[in-house]
Antibody
Framework: QVQLQESGPGLVQPSQTLSLTCTVSGGSIRSSDYYWTWIRQSPGKGLEWIGYTYYSENTYYNPSLKSRATISVDMSQNQFSLMLSSVTAADTAVYYC????????WGQGTLVTVSS | QTVVTQEPSLTVSPGGTVTLTCASSTGAVTSGYHPNWFQQKPGQAPRALIYSTNRKYSWTPARFSGSLLGGKAALTLSGVQPEDEAEYYCLLYYGGAGVFGGGTKLTVL
């Protein structure tokens, strides 16, 4: 059973880059069974799909993030990451890493606050 | 900008049946949108219930079922339990990119 754990700074300054890592345990980041996904939820709001990478070769993003998001994989560390540039207060949210579809896994989430 | 629309809120009596729907601004929802359904209770992370329209996970209670209904994705709860009170989100895929619906707050009363 794959388990996921998010890590990264809880506070990011406006205009800076948010950087989060998801550590995968109980399975391989190389597996083609998993769609490594980032999702966020602003306080009191609904879920927002950020993007996913599949088999480290195909990556899809939410068009509304206007190319600010980058998802990458570190096979040596069995991790995948999210970078979100030029953040504003609107990017304050709980960020979840997950694998959706046939093989489901979901991290506990990490709150990132954008504030000076 | 693609919009996925769900009922903002629904109320159902214990033991009753309720259907939540998920519509796409692009037209009829088909299996090609790979509808997913998630349940979220206050203070908790979301939990997946359904993927690929109607496929269940090992932990999905039998009373939950997914389908396509009238051009929408649908989640039906039969024999609703008090613990089913929660927010429910659908997720549709558009050529690889996912879009969540705004969520349906289900009240069991």
């Amino acid at each position: 059973q794959v388990q996921l754990q998010e890590s990264g700074p809880g506070l990011v300054q406006p205009s800076q880059t948010l950087s989060l890592t998801c550590t995968v345990s109980g399975g391989s980041i190389r597996s083609s069974d998993y769609y490594w996904t980032w999702i966020r939820q602003s306080p009191g709001k609904g879920l927002e799909w950020i993007g996913y990478t599949y088999y480290s070769e195909n990556t899809y993003y939410n068009p509304s993030l206007k190319s600010r998001a980058t998802i990458s994989v570190d096979m040596s560390q069995n991790q995948f990451s999210l970078m979100l540039s030029s953040v504003t207060a609107a990017d304050t949210a709980v960020y979840y890493c997950a694998s959706l579809g046939t093989y489901f896994a979901w991290g506990q989430g990490t709150l990132v606050t954008v504030s000076s | 900008q693609t919009v996925v629309t769900q009922e903002p809120s629904l109320t159902v009596s214990p033991g009753g049946t309720v259907t939540l729907t998920c519509a796409s601004s692009t037209g009829a929802v088909t299996s090609g949108y790979h509808p997913n359904w998630f349940q979220q209770k206050p203070g908790q992370a979301p939990r997946a219930l359904i993927y690929s329209t109607n496929r269940k996970y090992s932990w999905t209670p039998a009373r939950f079922s997914g389908s396509l209904l009238g051009g929408k994705a649908a989640l039906t709860l039969s024999g609703v339990q008090p613990e089913d009170e929660a927010e429910y989100y659908c997720l549709l895929y558009y050529g690889g990119a996912g879009v969540f619906g705004g969520g349906t707050k289900l009240t069991v009363l």
